[in-house]
Structure formats: C-alpha cells, structure tokens
C-alpha cells in the first residue's frame, strides 16, 4: 500500500488530470452551487491564513490533521470554534474542487474567530486506530491544548457540531481542560452512555434491546483495513493529494430494509459484505470486544468515549435538542446532572434548545415545519446567532446582554405549536397524571376494547396477543436517525399499525379542557409471557377529534433487565405476572380539547429495535425464535399505567 501512494505522490500532477473523478460515485454540485462555493473559498482566502493539513501530534505519536482558518491580522489573537469528525471533511475537495466547510470558516472569521476542522483518530488522513467517537478520550486533550498554544489563539477553545461531531463532546468537555472555555453540543444522544436510569450506552440499547440504527452506520464508518499515506509525506504533497485522493471507503449502496432481517444479526454487516470491525469482530480497535456481544452494563462502555454520570463538566453548555431525534430523554437527563453537579457558576451557565424535528434538522424547520406528516407550525430560530452570541460571552469575554435574557430551557410544544420558556426542565409547576390501563379483555386492534382511566380496574381481565420474531409489529415513524430505506423518521398516522392483532390499544376521553404535557412519560406495565425471555414495546399518542393519530414518543424493555441493567438476568416463568418499569420516555405536546392519549403495547417495533427471539439465548448469534404467548394485566393488584406530566400555566 506505501508503495502505491509512493507512487502517487511521484506522479500527482498527472494523476491530478487523468484520475477518475470522485463525482462518478458521489453526488456532483450543480456548476452554480460550485460557482458559490469557489467564491465563499475567494472571500476567504482574502480574509484568512489557510493551513491545510496541519498534522497535530498526539502524546502517543499519532498524529491528526485539521484545516485551520484565522484572521490575517496577526497583531491580535482569537478564540478557536472547533469542529472534530468521524467523517471526510475532504468530500468537496474531491468530488467538486473546493472544501467542505467554507462557509462556517468563513463566518466564524468575519466574527472574529479563528476556524479548526480535525479529522477522529484513524479516519482518513488521520493515523492510528478508529474507535466509535474517536477515544482515545487523552486526543481531545491534546487537541485542546494544541490549539491553544497556537501562535494565533487567545487560548481558549468551544466545539461545535451535530451528531457524530458532538456526540465526542460530553466526555472530552468532563475532562474540563482549562482551555476549553464553552461549548455547543447538538443532536448528540450517541454519545450518552449511563445517567441516571438510562442505560442506552450511547444509543446502542433501550431496555436492553438493540436499536439497529448503528448497523448501518458502522458499516460506513468502521475500516480498520484502510490505506495511510507515509509518516514522511510533506504538507504539501496532502493537501495537493487531498483534492483527488481522500483515503475514503466506497461502499456500494444496501437494501437496508431487507438487510436487517438477516439471522444470526451478529452477521447483519458480514451478509452485506460489510468490514469487519468493531460491532462484531475482536479486532484491536474494540478494547472491548465486539459490540453487538456487549451487555447494557458491559465495562467496556465505560473504557470508550461516552459520558456517564458520574463525569463532571464545569464549563457554559449550549444545548440543542429535538424531539424527534434519538434518545430526548437520555439527553435531557444529562443537561440536568451537569447543572446538578457543575462546580462554581458552571451549572447556572447551561442553555438548552429542544426543537420540534428529527435528527440535526433545527436550521431546516420553516413557516410550516412538517415531521414526518405532522405540521409542527413555525419552528424557526435563529440558532447560528444564539451559538456566536454564547461563544462570544465565554470565549471573548464580550457581553451582549443575549445569554442574560435567554431562558434556561426553551422548548417547542408541538400542537401548541409555539416556543415556550422555563427555568428548568420540566418546567415549574409540572405536576404528574396517572391513566390505568383497562379493556373488558380484548384490547386488541384500534376496534378493541382498550381504555384509559384515572381509576384502576377492580378485576383483571388480561389482554393476550402472540408475539411472533419472524412476523414483528414494523417501526412506523419514530424519534429515530439513520436507517436509511428501512425506516421514516417523525410523527405518522399510526392507525393502519393499529390494525394488527398483536398490537394492544388503549386510549382515553377526550381532553375536556387543553393540557400540556412537558417532561417524562412512565409506562408501567404488569405482564406475563410463556416465553423465557421477550419485549414488550410502548408507544405514546395524540388522537384528533379525526381520528388522527400522531406517534410522540416509544420505548421497549427486554424483560431479562427487568430487574435492572447492572443485575443478574432473570428469565419469566409461565404463569407468573412481573412488573415491567420502562425507561421514562419524555415530550412536549398540547393536547387541545377533543384530543385523546392513547398508547400503543406490543412486543417488537422492528428494525427501530432489534427482535427478541424468545429463547432466552444470546440473541445475537441466534437464527431460530419462537413464538411468546404474552399478556398485559390491568387491576388494582396488578396496575399497569401511564404517568405522563401535566403543566398548568
């Protein structure tokens, strides 16, 4: 492989002519996209020092490269609005001739910023070994210092980025280097692992069962086999090679709503003709192992890159959310435990933003913003000047007066459909509402007989449905990210899914005065299985006078955790009821007078979920399921029940 790149660096003048163009296999920008884009690239050069491909020392020798951008006057020194990712940031250079972030270079410029893109360890130009959010977590150490010392800063750094280039961010920030002075963190529920009573492990579980979204990914982004240009290639030669030779994966496009259906699941990637790498090989990358054999409480999860409660941040947080991304709740638990445990003014100086979209869409909502089918109204807001006002107060030591006035919590009420503000999250006054399931014994389909009330049922009369892993209730709509054909994320209709004999329904009166429910959602429910070991699924409502009903929020729990993440496993016995606490689940919704709350209980939403084959086995290296006879119970000995929270203005 060294000699191949040898060879290119030898020759790059006639390979830079004569090389396949990278846009046979990438999307092309238009010539007036280009056009736009070669003059934001002019304007910037104008009026920044460009360094491309600064390859930054780590403690152990490997080193990362950053595009760095800083004003041309060098008489004064400026904070540093860093961006780390997983992902090419050469992309444009190759397919179409100018790079990636020109745009946000440039206006953190003419605001008086300094602009540092870097690549994760192991991706692309980047040498050593890959590890999903980029540990060892000792880089961002490194990073933050390096920049710092750089001729051009004022020694003080905030990171930025959405997804996969924030999800890094809470662990590196707990390491609360003196450097980094603030940060904006979005979208970034894949990098939660265990607070408070969730147990996601950086959206790789809930309940215990596996949310699938990072199969696909994985297969994307894990290539421990990858060529590396030589320890000796001058700058110069990368950032001339970077134009025309990036180093990236070109896998070729998956079926991926077929694709999940594959059993045993450990070979989803391998039947694909995935690499191999992390989520099921014991490659040297893994420190733990293979992912898809970890349990929820695996050490493992604790040797990586997530934050766990048990971490400390002491610097300004500004914190974007959504409601229907993955994993709000764990999100939100964790934007409290740092304004629990911040030291100093720390924890008076988080500001959180929970928008009414999907994954990373908060700049794409408009006039009439539609989730999925739902119209969530005009969400917009202006989130660039919020970030700049913020990173001017705790990078530059300016204030403007904005943070002083910006609320704590501002969050969007769907159905309401307007921005509301709190000190807290929920917001004071928040107060519980309990609902009992109840059915005469046949809650089954939307046709059934399932209700909601606020007094629980003298007499049990079970609902009964058979849970089949080869024939799962599908996912439809969700707070979900990144399945590719296999799954539409937002709010949807769901009452053809209510349709199916396995799915229970039950569904309140109808509001008789408008509610607000802002904070958590607990199901609890009271079940019993023939079956060893399976799910049972939950999803939260709003039914319109119509008929209409919009998906808020799901869960599922494995009943093996039941107990507890951190326990032994526990498999059911025929006959015997258990109680089944699920992981709060949390919105918020205005449910108008003439709307009901209905839930939805099954025991799959697949492939949002992985399948439970009933076995009791692994699971994940199973082929063969068995069909569970399941039963959910409602009385006043066995209350299963919604606690959602109301607030009262």
Partial sequence: MYTTIRRLLSASAAIAISSPAAGQ?????????????????????????????????????????????????????????????????????????????????????????????????????????????????????????????????????????????????????????????????????AGVGRVGPYYEQGNWYRGGAVQMLFIDWLYGNQKPQRPMFPANTSQQDLIRLSRFWDLSAQAPPVDWAKAFWHLPEQDILKAVGGPKGIFADSMPVATGGAMIKRTPNDPAWYRGGLFHDNMRINVPGLWYMSWYDVSIGPNLEMYNIVRKTAQGEAGTRQWAIIAPVGHCAYTRATEHTIVGERDMGDARLNYEEIMYAFFDRFLKGENNGVMDTMPRVRYYTMGLNRWQSSDTWPPGGAQPMTFFLSSGGKANTLLGDGALTRTAAAADRPDSFSYDPMHPVMSYGGNVCCQGNALTPGSLDQRKMEERPDVLVYTSEPFREGTEVSGPIIPTLYVSSYAKDTDFSVKVIDVYPDGSAYNLDESIQRMRYRDGYDKPLVWMEPGKVYRATFQPLTTSNYFDVGHRLRIEVSSSNFPRFDRNLNTGGNNYDEVRGVVADNMVHHSRRYPSQITITVVKK
């Fill in 25 to 189: 296999q990438r999307g092309i920008l238009s010539d007036s996209a280009k056009a736009s884009r070669r003059a934001t690239e002019e304007e910037l050069e104008s009026l920044a020092i460009i360094e491309r491909k600064v390859m930054i020392p780590m403690h152990d020798g490997v080193r990362i490269p950053a595009d760095i951008y800083h004003p041309k006057d060098t008489t004064k020194h400026y904070p540093a609005i860093w961006v780390r990712t997983p992902y090419n940031f050469n992309y444009w250079d190759v397919a179409n001739g100018v790079p990636r972030d020109m745009t946000g270079a440039l206006t953190a410029i003419k605001r008086g910023y300094a602009f540092v893109d870097m690549q994760e360890r192991g991706q692309f130009f980047a040498e050593g070994e890959w590890d999903i959010l980029g540990p060892p977590l000792s880089d961002g150490d490194d990073e933050i210092t390096w920049m710092t010392k750089q001729p051009w800063s004022n020694g003080k750094v905030g990171p930025t980025g959405c997804s996969s280039t924030a999800e890094w961010q809470g662990a590196v920030v707990a390491l609360n280097n003196p450097g980094l002075a603030a940060f904006n963190v979005r979208g970034f529920g």
